[in-house]
Nanobody, 127 residues
Framework: QVQLVESGGGLVQAGGSLRLSCAAS????????MGWFRQAPGKERDLVAR????????AYSDSVKGRFTISRDNAKNTVYLQMNSLKPEDTAVYYCALDLRGSSRYSYTDRARYDYWGRGTQVTVSS
């Protein structure tokens, strides 16, 4: 089993920054990748960013490219999401997710590919 705990959410003004953290514990030794998703009220849960555990290769949604940065600390089993130039449309619950096997059955943007999820942390950006 794997446990994921997010932290770092909060209320920030437009143009501000926040840094989210996700600490993983349990059977994480074979992690393939980790991702950050977000879900706004009435909307789908969509991938924001993903990072490969082996070589730190990253991928971002177009909506956050150039503003958000995902990184990881293997020794701490922690993944981060640095969010800069925040906009009101970034307001959502942000979820950390872990892809254990890297199955090719699903795209890396598909929620079904991820085996474990955190409970989420609220990010609110005021205009």
């Amino acid at each position: 089993q794997v446990q994921l705990v997010e932290s770092g959410g909060g209320l920030v003004q437009a143009g501000g920054s926040l840094r989210l953290s996700c600490a993983a514990s349990g059977r994480t030794f074979s992690t393939y990748a980790m991702g950050w998703f977000r879900q706004a009220p009435g909307k789908e849960r969509d991938l924001v960013a993903r990072i490969m555990w082996s070589d730190a290769a990253t991928a971002y949604s177009d909506s956050v490219k150039g503003r958000f940065t995902i990184s990881r600390d293997n020794a701490k089993n922690t993944v981060y999401l640095q969010m800069n130039s925040l906009k009101p449309e970034d307001t959502a619950v942000y979820y950390c997710a872990l892809d254990l096997r890297g199955s090719s059955r699903y795209s890396y943007t598909d929620r079904a590919r991820y085996d474990y999820w955190g409970r989420g942390t609220q990010v609110t950006v005021s205009s």
